[in-house]
């Protein structure tokens, strides 16, 4: 059997290490980074990371926070397997006894749901970076990436739903999406999640965003906050701002309003 080409990349300055597909698949990056840093909660906390690849922003929630335990949840067995070569790097050894990797499929309903280890009301926090393309978008002839990417029609839907069984009542939703989605992610939440705070993400001052960070509280019914906007690049550089670059490197969080 042919070995599978791999990457070991090293994320948060080398505070933790993820094994990653080379040449195909989803690979993680700076979203997996931002979406970990919506998770501010120094508590004993159970977060689940739905749809997790490789496991990079599991994995970030889990180096950052030394009280939180983490589920890698990951329909592909493939990416499953990725996650748990991460898990077993020595590099990750501080971290790896409070994570685990079950593959499930997130759209589960009901039932089925919970046999497959997605269990009511049993984490605090859910933190999703769903499939962004929509059907009508370009495929690419790479299946494992295609599967990580592509948005079927209501699949926000499945997937919050999803989220607000398996988390505690006031328990927190956090995603990072394409801006395009805002409004299949607010219908999604429904009744389920209120308090939805939403920011945008722009490359840099005078340009269209290119991402959205949303949290909400299930069972809240507080009114949606549009955030002001996170701008990645301080003018005339290609560096990242102060404050996206301690997000992205773990060394802060972006706390809710």
């Given at each position: 059997?042919?070995k599978?080409?791999?990457t070991?990349d090293?994320?948060?300055?080398g505070?933790?290490h ?7 698949g989803?690979?993680?990056g700076?979203?997996?980074?931002l979406?970990?840093?919506?998770v501010?909660?120094e508590?004993?906390i ?7 690849g ?11 926070l ?7 949840f990951?329909?592909s067995?493939?990416m ?7 898990l077993?790097l ?14 499930a ?7 089925a749901?919970?046999a497959?280890g997605?269990?009511?009301d049993?984490f605090?926090h ?13 495929r ?6 295609a599967e990580?990417?592509?948005?079927t ?5 499945a997937?919050?739903?999803?989220a607000?069984a398996?988390m ?6 956090s995603l990072?999406?394409?801006p395009?989605?805002?409004a299949?992610?607010i219908?999604a939440?429904g009744?389920r999640f ?20 949303m ?8 009114r ?6 996170l ?6 550089t290609?560096k990242?701002?102060?404050f996206?670059?301690?997000l992205n490197?773990?060394r802060a969080?972006?706390?809710r309003?």
């Amino acid at each position: 059997m042919t070995k599978q080409a791999e990457t070991v990349d090293a994320f948060h300055r080398g505070a933790f290490h993820v094994v990653q597909p080379k040449g195909r698949g989803h690979r993680s990056g700076m979203d997996a980074m931002l979406l970990a840093a919506l998770v501010a909660d120094e508590r004993p906390i159970r977060v689940a990371d739905l749809g997790a690849g490789a496991g990079a922003a599991g994995m970030a929630v889990a180096s950052r926070l030394v009280s939180a335990e983490v589920v890698l949840f990951e329909r592909s067995a493939d990416m499953a397997d990725f996650a748990r070569k991460g898990l077993a790097l020595p590099q990750n050894a501080s971290f790896a006894a409070r994570v685990s990797v079950i593959e499930a499929d997130v759209t589960l309903a009901g039932k089925a749901r919970n046999a497959a280890g997605l269990v009511d009301d049993s984490f605090h926090h859910v933190i999703m970076n769903p499939p962004f393309n929509d059907g009508s978008d370009r495929r690419t002839p790479d299946a494992l990436k295609a599967e990580a990417h592509a948005m079927t029609d209501g699949l926000f839907e499945a997937w919050v739903r999803t989220a607000g069984a398996i988390m505690i009542p006031g328990g927190q939703l956090s995603l990072i999406a394409r801006p395009e989605s805002i409004a299949e992610i607010i219908d999604a939440c429904g009744k389920r999640f209120g308090g939805i705070e939403i920011t945008p993400i722009h490359p840099r001052e005078g340009e269209n965003a290119v991402r959205i960070l949303m949290t909400a509280i299930k069972g809240s019914r507080a009114r949606l906050a549009l955030r002001a906007p996170l701008v990645m690049h301080d003018e005339g550089t290609h560096k990242f701002s102060t404050f996206v670059d301690d997000l992205n490197n773990g060394r802060a969080a972006y706390l809710r309003r």
